[in-house]
């Protein structure tokens, strides 16, 4: 009962924050600016993690494509997802917090054991959402930490990374 309302209020988040996005696409200051991010960590499922993200900020608001790999040790379960988000960017000269949310691919496999096949898990919807955090190390360089979380009707899943970030230069 609690994760599913916790559920609906995230599914909620997740509209009015989309929705609202198109409020703050108005500011005028910022300028367009990409980076790929790529980090490895810790995921809910007891489990290896893994993100990678492409982004593009086009003012505040970031467009992203992000992929996360969670391969679970103790039960079998390997998911993935793909997911194209939305979001917001505040920024600094040193520092870049964004966050963000959309839809995405979740599929996987599951192994019974470790001598057992895989069986795949048939590909479902999910509610992405994610939060990264860096700081520059030059122009083109950047290291933070990448905090992601994906609803769906298979297994919900969150992590956490330690991420690098390559800058198509910083803009100041």
Do not use: H
């Not at 939060?131 to 360089?141: D, E, I, N, P």
């Amino acid at each position: 009962m609690f994760k599913k309302m916790i559920k609906k209020c995230l599914v909620i988040a997740n509209l009015i924050l989309c929705l609202s996005i198109t409020g703050f696409s108005q500011e005028k200051k910022q300028n367009t600016f990409a980076w790929l991010n790529f980090g490895v960590g810790y995921s809910s499922l007891d489990a290896l993690g893994g993100v990678g993200s492409f982004n593009l900020q086009y003012k505040r608001i970031l467009f992203s494509l992000r992929g996360t790999v969670n391969i679970q040790l103790t039960e079998g379960y390997d998911l993935y997802d793909l997911g194209l988000l939305v979001g917001y960017v505040f920024r600094s000269p040193t520092w870049i917090f964004t966050v963000s949310t959309g839809v995405a691919r979740v599929a996987g496999s599951y192994s019974w054991d470790f001598f057992s096949s895989n069986e795949p898990i048939a590909p479902v919807l999910g509610i992405p959402f994610d939060v990264q955090v860096f700081t520059r190390l030059g122009k083109y360089f950047g290291l933070g930490a990448y905090f992601y979380l994906d609803i769906n009707s298979k297994k919900s899943f969150f992590g956490i990374a330690a991420s690098i970030v390559a800058m198509g230069g910083y803009p100041d």
